[in-house]
C-alpha cells in the first residue's frame, strides 16, 4: 500500500510543481499531525476541508474512516474501514477545470476511477467507474451535507445512462 500512495503522490505532485522530494517516511506525511497541518487548514483553501477527519455511520459506528489532508492543499485521501473489508481513494481537485477527480481501490480487488464537482453547499458528485461494472455502466455518488458535521452519502448505478438501482441512503457524521 506505500508503494501504491507513493506512486500516487509522485504523479500528483510531478503535475503540480514539476518535481517532487519523496519524504523517507511516506507513513508520518499521512498518519502524524503537526503545526504544518493546523497551519495549512488555517491559511490555506482545501476544497475538501469539510470532509478532513474522522467519521463513522450513524446507525453503525463500527464502519468508520478517516480523511487526512496530503501534502498539498488540493488533495485528501480516505482510509476506510468497513468490517470485513477495507477501501481508500484519493481525491484531488483541479482549480483550473473545477472538478474533482477519484482514484480507489478496495481488499476485493475492486479499483475505481471517477470525476466530478462541487454543488452548492459544498456538497459532492462524482461519477464513478469500477473494474467490476459492465462496460456501460458506472454509479454515481452524491455528498450531501445537513451541516458542517454530518452529510448524506448516496449511489445511483447506471447501464447506458438509464438509472438502475439506488442505494440506501447512509447518515454520516464526524466522530472526532
Same mark, same amino acid.
Given at each position: ?49 469539510? &470532509?478532513? @477527519?474522522?467519521?463513522?455511520? /450513524?446507525? =453503525? ?5 478517516? *480523511? #487526512? ?42 479499483? &475505481?476511477? @471517477?470525476?466530478?464537482?462541487? /454543488?452548492? =453547499? ?5 461519477? *464513478? #467507474? ?47
Amino acid at each position: 500500500m506505500k508503494k501504491f500512495i507513493r506512486l500516487l503522490l509522485s504523479i500528483i505532485c510531478i503535475g503540480s510543481l514539476g518535481s517532487f522530494a519523496k519524504p523517507d517516511n511516506l507513513n508520518s506525511v499521512i498518519t502524524e499531525t503537526t503545526e504544518l497541518d493546523a497551519f495549512r487548514i488555517d491559511s490555506l483553501d482545501n476544497p475538501f476541508n469539510k &470532509f478532513i @477527519g474522522e467519521w463513522e455511520t /450513524k446507525e =453503525n459506528p463500527s464502519i468508520s474512516w478517516v *480523511v #487526512k489532508e496530503l501534502i498539498t492543499n488540493n488533495s485528501i485521501l480516505w482510509l476506510a474501514d468497513f468490517g470485513n473489508r477495507k477501501a481508500n481513494a484519493l481525491w484531488t481537485y483541479n482549480a483550473q477545470t473545477q472538478e474533482v477527480h477519484q482514484l480507489g481501490s478496495n481488499t476485493n480487488g475492486g479499483g &475505481f476511477l @471517477g470525476k466530478g464537482s462541487f /454543488k452548492v =453547499n459544498g456538497d459532492l458528485e462524482l461519477k *464513478v #467507474k469500477a473494474n467490476a461494472d459492465c462496460e456501460h455502466c458506472y454509479r454515481v455518488f452524491h455528498y450531501k451535507w445537513n451541516s458542517k458535521n454530518e452529510y448524506v452519502f448516496k449511489i445511483v448505478s447506471y447501464e447506458k445512462d438509464e438509472e438502475k438501482k439506488s442505494y440506501s441512503r447512509i447518515v454520516i457524521r464526524k466522530s472526532k
